[in-house]
């Protein structure tokens, strides 16, 4: 019988029944820690006391990366468990990253079109060294290795892009409310930058900052003074909250050309109003997503109950 402890009552009801059901044939969940196998927590910190009635048959504790829960020194295995949901926005940050840096929508239509250049638009036979390169005539490849991201706000998902990007070979910087610890500024590769140096220094600006409203608050945090100190060339990407973007600048800067682009999942209202000017901009500078950046929580619940029992088999 393999038993997984659930430290954190508290940990949202969706998502033990979605471990509960996923459990294979001699699996269980219980309420006391005594021999368990696993234990599961998000919020609430594994004891001395857990692990000494738990005893040699602890082999792993799982922890819900959403939450901040402490485990005391332990030789069983300790394991972060993805929250999908936070992730699934993380990858479609760097989607419109990429897709408006590497001009994707208009690399699609002009290839679709059959708007070939002129001298190189004759179909030949290719082979490894014999081919037409970049027939439609794109302007520079538009990758990101080299280039500076700024990350607004390094929480759960700021956090989450800044792991994803560090393949692709970019500079990080970040801002927040406060500082992070060096030592996970240097695991994420991330330097800190006051807001108007990161507006400054960065290709991109993504904003991840959580949404706060009443005085002190965030409400329409990135205006006119904001868009004005990033470069004429950079974009800004917004799959955070619509509220803390002030869209009458936005538009603004993007039809004088203050920004080069925009991608955008939220907005102030949502849906867009049929006559929001932000549709009217809609195309190969400006990507409009209907706030699908996250994964669908049923998903995103199923997808860590089958974590949990992966990552517990393993352990075993």
């Not at 368990?36 to 799982?62: C, F, H, K, R, Y």
């Not at 706000?153 to 990007?165: E, F, N, S, T």
């Not at 993504?206 to 608050?217: D, S, V």
Request: net charge negative; no cysteine; aromatic share 6%.
């Amino acid at each position: 019988m393999i038993n997984i402890y659930l430290a954190d009552p508290n940990i949202r009801a969706e998502q033990i029944e979605a471990i509960r059901k996923s459990l294979p044939t001699g699996w269980a969940l219980t309420d006391t820690p005594a021999r368990v196998t696993a234990i599961l927590t998000e919020n609430v910190d594994v004891s001395e006391a857990m692990l000494a009635a738990a005893g040699p048959d602890l082999q792993i504790v799982l922890r819900l990366d959403t939450g901040h829960a402490n485990v005391v020194p332990t030789s069983a295995r300790i394991v972060d468990l993805s929250n999908t949901g936070l992730i699934g926005v993380a990858e479609h940050t760097i989607a419109l990253m990429l897709a408006l840096s590497r001009h994707l929508f208009w690399v699609a239509r002009q290839t679709a079109r059959a708007a070939w250049v002129e001298g190189r638009d004759q179909p030949i036979l290719t082979d490894q060294r014999k081919y037409t390169y970049n027939w439609i005539g794109l302007p520079g490849s538009g990758a990101l290795y080299g280039k500076t991201v700024g990350i607004v706000g390094l929480g759960h998902i700021g956090q989450a892009v800044a792991k994803r990007l560090q393949p692709f070979g970019v500079k990080l910087l970040y801002t927040d409310f406060h500082r992070l610890d060096v030592t996970l500024e240097a695991q994420l590769g991330a330097q800190w930058r006051e807001m108007d140096n990161l507006l400054q220094e960065s290709d991109f600006v993504t904003l991840h900052h959580r949404f706060q409203e009443g005085p002190g608050g965030n409400d329409k945090q990135f205006g006119a003074r904001e868009f004005g100190l990033m470069k004429r060339t950079a974009y800004f990407i917004n799959t955070s909250r619509g509220r803390m973007v002030d869209e009458d600048a936005l538009v603004a800067a993007l039809q004088s050309g203050q920004i080069a682009g925009a991608g955008l999942d939220v907005f102030r209202y949502e849906p867009l109003p049929p006559d929001h000017p932000l549709l009217a901009l809609a195309g190969d500078h400006v990507i409009l997503t209907a706030h699908v950046a996250g994964s669908p929580m049923p998903e995103a619940w199923q997808t860590t109950a089958i974590e949990v029992i992966e990552r517990t088999r393993a352990a075993l």
